[in-house]
């Protein structure tokens, strides 16, 4: 039993800033998204942060055929449902490659490499600097 159901889930592993998602989309299904055990609407809170996940499903039209379910850590919530985002996208193309132009065009494939800069010595921070006093 546990073989024909791990055939039938597709993985994707999605990242932003310091989030981490491990995502599984099983089709078939009834368009239930579960985050970390809790129902995505529970742990997210916010519509918004529930349409920028549900993205994917959207451009390539496969809203309500897949459950989703995933684990996820680090980060803010913002974040993590980017990276959720980019699993799920990750997720869909291993199961039909034929959803790759259209997952590239919208952005989906693209890793957004936007992280903290470091604080630098002899700074306040990344840029600002200790006040200085010319005179």
Not at 57 to 86: E, H, I, L, P, Y
Not at 127 to 133: I, L, M, P, V
């Amino acid at each position: 039993m546990e073989d024909s159901m791990a055939e039938m889930r597709y993985y994707g592993t999605g990242k932003r800033k310091t989030a981490i998602a491990r995502v599984w989309i099983i089709p078939n299904g009834s368009g239930k998204i579960t985050v970390n055990r809790q129902d995505a609407k529970d742990y997210f809170g916010r519509l918004a942060l529930l349409k920028i996940m549900k993205q994917p499903f959207d451009v390539t039209g496969t809203n309500g055929r897949f459950d989703v379910w995933c684990t996820v850590k680090g980060g803010g919530k913002s974040a993590q449902a980017d990276a959720v985002k980019f699993g799920i996208a990750k997720a869909l193309l291993a199961f039909n490659p034929e959803l790759r132009p259209v997952l590239k065009k919208a952005g989906f494939l693209t890793r957004d490499a936007r992280i903290k800069e470091r604080k630098k010595y002899g700074q306040r921070g990344a840029r600002a600097r200790y006040q200085w006093s010319k005179r």
